[in-house]
């Protein structure tokens, strides 16, 4: 594993259906970001979380719920995904843990929830 | 005001030619600034940071203007490579990142 990986690629869900993104950073960074991209609008963060153990809200969180167990991986979960959660889902991972540091990202995963 | 701002594009500009985007931000308490790189359904990518006045890589020149809360990326001698969605961010302690919807750069042969 080099740098952030995400998983599923993409994934077309039910709604009403329960989905786990996943998200694994290799570099050891503190910092750890979800974050949606809409067609027409910028990345909107989600959660992130400023080291292991801790998490925080986003601009948009409704809907999503995170956990840092540990330092490498931050999974997003949807209890019961909307139409309109449907976008692509990108993470990424900063080294610092204040906010400041340039952020690395992950290729996404594209969901699509009908 | 919005808390980053950018103007959406496209610029359609020859190859050859030098191109320049502005990003304004609102926030006075932002500490760092960088430009991304994000092409079609990709990851942004980093393309350079801005930790002073301004900072140089190859082509591509970024400024800040702290008193008037914008950055600024130059793009000299433009690649067909260089085609893609330059988007700009702006941070501060408190993980509220915002990032701007992005200008849209074509260019052409």
């Known amino acids: 594993i080099a740098g952030i990986t995400q998983a599923p690629t993409s994934q077309i869900l039910a709604a009403g259906r329960r989905m786990t993104l996943r998200c694994t950073q290799d570099?050891?960074?503190?910092?750890m970001y979800w974050y949606r991209q809409d067609l027409g609008l910028g990345l909107r963060l989600i959660h992130y979380s400023n080291t292991a153990g801790t998490t925080g809200k986003g601009e948009v969180p409704d809907g999503y719920s995170v956990s840092r167990a540990n330092t490498d991986d931050f999974p997003l979960t949807l209890a019961s995904a909307v139409p309109s959660q449907t976008s692509v889902y990108f993470c990424a991972s900063s080294a610092g843990s204040s906010g400041v540091d340039e952020q690395f990202f992950g290729p996404g995963t594209r969901l699509t929830v009908l | 005001r919005k808390e980053v701002e950018q103007d959406p594009g496209p610029f359609n500009v020859p190859e050859g030619a030098t191109v320049a985007f502005n990003c304004t931000y609102s926030n006075s308490a932002s500490q760092s600034f960088f430009w991304y790189r994000q092409d079609c359904r990709k990851e942004p990518k980093l393309l350079m940071s801005v930790y002073s006045s301004g900072n140089e890589d190859g082509r591509f020149t970024a400024q800040l203007n702290r008193a008037s809360q914008y950055i600024s990326l130059l793009i000299r001698d433009s690649k067909l490579s260089d085609s893609a969605t330059y988007l700009c961010?702006?941070?501060?302690?408190?993980?509220?990142?915002?990032f701007g919807a992005g200008t849209r750069l074509f260019v052409k042969a």
């Open positions: 961010v702006p941070l501060g302690r408190g993980f509220k990142t915002i």
């Open positions: 570099m050891r960074h503190n910092a």
